[in-house]
């Protein structure tokens, strides 16, 4: 009964803290470092006959060159609209279409642009941790219930609260090494 409870806490945890990393590894595949990259369209959506619809869905997105996006529309009915989707997203490209094929030229990043980037990086990576901080408290809180009830023993909290830290330290590792491998993608020149 003990074990069954305490490792549906654990399970819970780890199930959070995975929800977690993968939202920051989602959320970087956004960012843009200065090359191409088919991620960036992800989140962007077109009207398709009333219908929002991600770009990936309704085209080929492929890297012709280091920093050239081709996005080839199959219903060319709706190249202006996907054109005019991307032009009216956040991501900082203006798209030039041939009537055919849209392309987006990514620029070269600029030192002060990178640095901001890198920023931006890691204010993900720190609210990724408050997550995981929470989801750890989380855990906590209910192993403590848990004791209150005498479902555990002092010593057994004690040792399941260990188990709890490092598991948590495994993944903010994770997220340092995510961390890290993003910031070093952007200072690449």
């Known amino acids: 009964m003990l074990n069954e409870m ?5 399970n819970s945890l ?3 803290l995975e929800k ?3 939202h920051q590894a989602s959320e970087y595949a956004v960012i843009r470092a200065g090359r191409a990259n088919p991620h960036i369209l992800d989140k962007i959506y077109v009207d398709y006959y009333g219908v929002p619809t991600p770009i990936y869905q309704m085209a080929n997105i492929s890297v012709s060159e280091a920093r050239i996006l081709c996005i080839s529309v199959w219903d060319q009915g709706q190249v202006k609209n996907v054109s005019k989707a991307i ?3 956040d991501i900082g490209i203006t798209p030039s279409d041939d009537g055919r094929v849209i392309r987006l030229i990514f620029p070269q990043l600029t030192e002060e642009r990178r640095r901001d980037i890198t920023k931006q990086v890691r204010k993900i990576a720190e609210d990724t941790k408050v997550v995981m901080r929470n989801a750890r408290r989380d855990a906590l809180d209910l192993l403590k219930d848990m004791k209150k009830n005498g479902d555990l023993s002092e010593d057994e909290l004690s040792s399941c609260e260990k188990d709890v830290q490092k598991i948590l330290d495994g993944y903010m590792a994770k997220v340092d090494a995510l961390t890290e491998s993003k910031e070093k993608e952007i200072m690449e020149v």
């Open 6 to 10: 305490t490792e549906e806490v654990f």
């Open 87 to 89: 032009a009216a997203s």
């Open 14 to 16: 780890k199930q959070d």
């Open 20 to 22: 977690a990393y993968n």
